[in-house]
Nanobody, 130 residues
C-alpha cells in the first residue's frame, strides 16, 4: 500500500522559512521522481517543484524559483521542500505526489501535469501572514 505523509506545515510570517517533509512507503522510492503541489483556497491545484529519482534534476514553478528548494533522501525515502522568503500568496495546502513506477519519465515539459502523478498525500497546510 502506497503512503505519502507530509509534515512541517504551519503558520508563519511573511519572510520566514519553513521546511516540509514527505515520507513515502510502498513505492520503489529510489527509482521514481517526486513532486510537490499546492492548492490555495478557491484555486486549482498547481505544481510547485519536482525532483528526479537521482536528485540530479529539479524543476520549479516560476512563482517559487529562487525561494524554494526540493531535495530527497533516498536512504530514508523522504523528499523535502525548503521554503524561504515566504509570501502570503504561498498560503495553501501542500501535497506530496509520486508517479507510478511504470509512468513516463519526468521532463521539463510534463513535470507540472497533475495526471502524471498517481499517488498523493493528504497535504500539510502552510499559512503565511502579512
Amino acid at each position: 500500500q502506497v503512503q505519502l505523509v507530509e509534515s512541517g506545515g504551519g503558520l508563519v510570517q511573511a519572510g520566514d522559512s519553513l521546511k516540509l517533509s514527505c515520507a513515502a512507503s510502498g513505492l520503489p522510492f529510489t527509482t521514481i521522481s517526486m513532486g510537490w503541489f499546492r492548492q490555495a483556497p478557491g484555486k486549482e491545484r498547481e505544481f510547485v517543484a519536482a525532483v528526479t529519482w537521482s536528485g540530479d534534476n529539479a524543476y520549479y514553478a516560476d512563482s517559487v524559483k529562487g525561494r524554494f528548494t526540493i531535495s530527497r533522501g533516498n536512504a530514508k525515502n523522504t523528499v523535502d521542500l525548503q521554503m524561504n522568503s515566504l509570501k502570503p500568496e504561498d498560503t495553501a495546502l501542500y501535497y506530496c505526489a509520486a508517479p507510478a513506477p511504470t509512468g513516463p519519465a519526468l521532463t521539463n515539459s510534463n513535470v507540472g501535469r497533475l495526471n502524471l502523478y498517481d499517488y498523493w498525500g493528504q497535504g500539510t497546510r502552510v499559512t503565511v501572514s502579512s
